[in-house]
Structures are given as structure tokens and as C-alpha cells.
């Protein structure tokens, strides 16, 4: 028996814990820091790793990292260095997404798809080089802003704001000191999440996110808005094409450079021509798309984790899914991704029975038995259904029980799979 140490305070963590709770091999599961729905919070910041490291040696915790900042400041590294039993890729291995740049170059090594790019510091060299394409183009902050740092521009206008916006009146601070110009690729875009161990990657449930803040993915990129498994976006034939030509590929290339990748590989791929190209990386679970996969996950989370550690993820069978769909949609604070009102009193959580529908807190917390809102992305609303639109109806039937002043959430979560079906 174990006790289990989830670092983050997301809708992912409150989902990892969750889950991991139901393992017959674990004791105790705590989250540092936590949120208004998970139990057993610990007052430890994510920063803090030397207090995360005394807080687990001193209850013989596994750690698993939810988000990407801890991972970007070596707690892998720490961890490890003491003996401490933890989940997720090193520092080194974290450069996949922290730096934008590092990846990008990195995927053009190692001839692994993605979109063409040029590096740039000065804005002005940024909108020369616009200026000199006949294509529309990205503009990416190179260093980690929450999934904001990413801007989809339709014109060279648009392409010169959004310079502006990251290089000159830095808007994602110092994570926006250089950016990436690259080729718009259009298509669909999906997420295919793997687990490595260094050696081998075995694939999650594939799922599709829907990042932008309105419906129709009109509007600003967000965290995500809500997330369904699984699509029919990424088939049979093109799972196999994204494992080989990208995931295997990438985890193989990092070898060698001398780094080896274990945790959670989340490839954002966009779909072009039947093609599938890397629009980005990142090196934990993805939030939301978290929450309907670990929905639908039948195995043991745990013993897939602490295989990946050691490395011998091999050893184990293929993970089991539920047959099922399962839709998140996320509850956001009107405003969100930019300013939005806080310690907003949440009612309805209790008429939602578990059989109904799970609610994954985010940026919530508790004052005197009371739920008060306390980020942008404030709830995850998951439900299972037998069918995709099963688990739409289920989804949006236990969101309308649930009531703040500035709630506010996208009506089309899912809508977009069911032209697969």
C-alpha cells in the first residue's frame, strides 16, 4: 500500500485523484494545493518543490505533477535525486513545453512533422518576414503562458498584432521574449496523448479539445473549453500513422539527444489533407481532455504510472476503456481568458448525483462549508453516455443544475464529433 501526492490544483488533478483513489494499492491521496473539490489538500505551491520533496519523503508519497510548471523547474530532477518515487519527465525532457523553440527545432531534426517556422526577437525582423510570405501564419510565445501564448492570425494585420501583443507590449511576460512565425496549417485538430516510459509509448484514449472561448471555435484560444472521448477524428489507420511517424519518433529522437522521456507525450496534431502535423507539445496530461479519458479508463491509473517511472511499462497489458463517450464541458467565469469576478458563491453541486455525472473543481474553494469560485476555468462537468450524444445530453442536463452570478460555458461541446458518426 502507497500514499499518493498529486501536485496541481486544476481539473486535471481533481480527475488524476480521483482516479487514482479508486486503486486498490493506495492508501491516501493528497493534492498540493488542491481546490474547493479535492480532499486532502495540502497548502504546498507547485513552485515549491523543495516542499513538495519534505512533504512526500515525510509520508512516503508516489508524486504525480499535473501541471507544467513544476516539471519546467526540475521537480522530476529533485525528486529523483532524493530517492522519491514520482511520475513525469525531468527538466530536460519538460523543453518539449516549455520552450516552443526548443520543440520546434527539434521536430525539424528529427524530421518529424509540424508546420514550417522562423525564430524571431525583434518584432520588426517578425513583420518583414510576414510581410515576405504568401500564407496566413501562427505567432507562438515561445515560453509557457497557460495555452494562451498561441495566436491564429487571418491576415498580415492580424499577424502584426499579435507580434505586438507578445513581443513589444509583452503580454505573456517574459515567456514571450521570442517568438515562433509559423505556416497556419488548416484542418481539424485533435489530441492523441501517450504514456512513455523511455522506451515504449502506449496511447491513451484519443479525444478532441475545443480551445477557443465560443461556440463555433470563435474567439481568443483558452485552456480549453471542454473536451470529448473519443473522436472520430483520429482513426484506426491515422492512430497508427501519429504513434509511428510522431509519438515512437519523437520518444526515439529524444534518446538521442540524450534524454529520456517518461510521463504523459500529448501531441496537439492538426489533421491536413489526411496528414497529421505537430502543432505543439506538451508534456503532461492535457486539461480538459483529462477528465472524459480517466472517465473512460477501466485499468488501474496507478499501475501505469509507476511502470512508466521504472520503466517497464512493457511488463503491463493494453489499458482498458470503457466502450462508452464521455463529454467535459467546462464552467468558466464570464471574462475568462481575461479579467473575471471571483469568490462568486457556486449552488447546485449537490443535486448532481456521481451516477449522473462527475464535477471536476478547478478554480474553485471552500470558505465556511460554502463553494466560491476562484479562477477562470471553474468546473468540469463530465458525463458518460453509450453514445456521444448520450454523453452530450448527460453533460448539459447536470451543467444547467449548476448556478454562479457570471457563469458562462460554450453550448456546443462535442457537437463537432458527431459528423464522425
Known sequence: ???????????????????????????????????????????????????????????DCFTVVGPEVPLSLGIVDKFQKMGLGIFGPTKAAAQLESSKIWAKQFLKKYGIPTAPFEVFD???????????????????????????GVIVCGDKNEAFEAIDTILVNRSFGSAGSRIIVEKRIDGTEASYIALSDGNVAIPMATSQDHKRIYDDDKGPNTGGMGAYSPTGVITPMLAEQIQHDIIDKT??????????????????????????????FNTRMGDPECQPILMRMDSDLFE????????????????????????????????????????????????????DAMVFHAGTRQENGDILTSGGRV???????????????????????????????????????????
Open 304 to 355: 501505469y504510472l509507476e511502470a512508466s517511472s521504472h520503466g517497464t511499462l512493457d511488463m503491463l497489458p493494453p489499458i482498458s476503456w470503457k466502450k462508452q463517450s464521455a463529454v467535459c464541458v467546462v464552467l468558466a467565469s464570464s471574462g475568462y481568458p481575461d479579467s473575471y469576478q471571483k469568490n462568486e458563491k457556486i449552488l447546485g453541486l449537490d443535486k448532481i448525483p456521481e451516477s
Open 1 to 59: 500500500m502507497v500514499n499518493v501526492l498529486v501536485v496541481g490544483s486544476g481539473g486535471r488533478e481533481h480527475a488524476l485523484g480521483w482516479k487514482l483513489s479508486k486503486s486498490g494499492r493506495i492508501t491516501n491521496v493528497f493534492t498540493a494545493p488542491g481546490n474547493g473539490g479535492t480532499k486532502n489538500n495540502v497548502p504546498i505551491p507547485v513552485e515549491d518543490i523543495d516542499g513538495l520533496a519534505e512533504f512526500a519523503k515525510k509520508n
Open 251 to 280: 520518444i526515439e529522437s529524444m534518446k538521442k539527444e540524450g534524454i529520456t522521456f517518461r510521463g504523459f507525450l500529448y501531441a496537439g496534431i492538426m489533421v491536413h489533407d489526411g496528414k497529421p502535423y505537430v502543432l505543439e
Open 122 to 148: 525583434d518584432a520588426g525582423a517578425a513583420r518583414d518576414y510576414v510581410r515576405s510570405l504568401d500564407y496566413d501564419v501562427v505567432v507562438k510565445a515561445d515560453g509557457l503562458a497557460a495555452g494562451k
Open 379 to 421: 468546473l468540469g462537468v463530465t458525463a458518460l453516455g453509450d453514445t456521444l450524444q448520450d454523453a452530450i445530453s448527460g453533460a448539459y442536463l447536470a451543467v444547467d443544475k449548476i448556478e454562479w452570478k457570471s457563469k458562462f460555458y460554450r453550448k456546443d461541446i462535442g457537437k463537432k464529433g458527431l459528423r464522425y458518426l
